[in-house]
C-alpha cells in the first residue's frame, strides 16, 4: 500500500514553528536572526557643548 503525503497547513506549520522557537535560549534566538551584531547597539550620541563652553566662546576675545 502507497504512503498517502502529508502536507501540513500554513496554520499548522506556525504552530510548530512557534512550538519549536520557544524552546530557545535567547542568546540562539539572536544568532538566528540574523541580527546578532545588533544586539548592543547603541544610537549614536552627538557632543553638545557646555553653557560655560558656550560663554568663553561667545566672551572669549
Not at 504552530?15 to 524552546?23: N, P
Amino acid at each position: 500500500m502507497a504512503r498517502q503525503e502529508y502536507t501540513p497547513t500554513p496554520a499548522e506549520i506556525r504552530h510548530e514553528c512557534a512550538r519549536i522557537r520557544s524552546e530557545w535560549s535567547e542568546d540562539t534566538l539572536w544568532k538566528r536572526s540574523g541580527l546578532e551584531e545588533f544586539r548592543h547597539w547603541m544610537p549614536p550620541t552627538v557632543r553638545m557643548p557646555r553653557s560655560h563652553e558656550l560663554i568663553d566662546a561667545i566672551t572669549d576675545p
